[in-house]
């Protein structure tokens, strides 16, 4: 069965204020100052006023696989469609999506993020890079994929630190729009399932100690975009999920273990 995801073109006027208070001293220093932050901070200055959103007609079908997971709405050849999208490694060479995927029909996680100036992105790609050995002793190929130009991919991967090797920049949101990942204003700031993100206060704190807005893409509309964790086996997909809204993250200890269900299972 074939479901639509249809972003139709809207309107959002947005009031700009100052936010210079909240990076004159520590970021963080309590609960309310973090919710200040993750709220007030796109509101105030990454969102232009009168600025039309419009994205693309995503048409996606049911896959089928034998690992138990959040995959429902894919067609079997997503894998093949996401594969000629053409991204950029985080240095600015052009790459193609199947470059990313374990050519040998190994198992590749697939991190989309948001975009690279997002705090709860910080804290996402901090948490990969410490999984990343583990990954890595299962023989799983880890990559993380975000929105913006490779220039504030870079911000990212040196400020944080994160493994430059791993790390991919998709300014237009291709691969983005191919998985149909939720888009808008709703999803954004005022979905419940980014409630969570209050659980994790000190991860993103600690993630937050070198962050810097100045890797929020000049396309202020990109600050609208959510993630989803896919793992493939060569291009087939196996698992995809969603992020519902803001910090909406898997647990990677749970994506590791559909990697491993997943060699097992299709071996």
Known sequence: MAILSVRTPSSIQLLRSSVSPIFSKPLFQSSSSFSSFIVSAPFARLLKSNSSISRPLVVLARASTGVANPVTDY???????????????????????????????????????????CVCCWELATALREAKPRFDAAGVKLVAVGVGTPDKARILATRLPFPMECLYAD??????????????LGR???????????????????????????????????????????????NKLLYGRKDEGTGDHPSLDDVLNVCCQSKATVA
């Open 75 to 117: 067609r079997e050849d997503i894998g093949e469609i996401l594969g000629d999208v053409s991204i950029f490694t985080a240095s600015g060479q052009p790459v193609k999506f199947s470059n990313l995927l374990d050519q040998n029909d190994g198992v590749s996680a697939v991190v989309l993020l948001r975009h690279f100036g």
């Open 188 to 234: 954004t700031f005022f979905n419940p399932a980014s409630k969570k993100v209050f659980s994790r206060f000190d991860e993103i704190r600690k993630a937050a100690k070198n962050y810097t807005i100045k890797a929020t893409p000049e396309d202020r509309s990109s600050v609208l975009q959510q993630g989803g964790t896919f793992v493939f086996k060569g």
């Open 171 to 184: 300014p237009e949101r291709k691969a983005y729009d191919v998985l149909g990942l939720y888009y808008g």
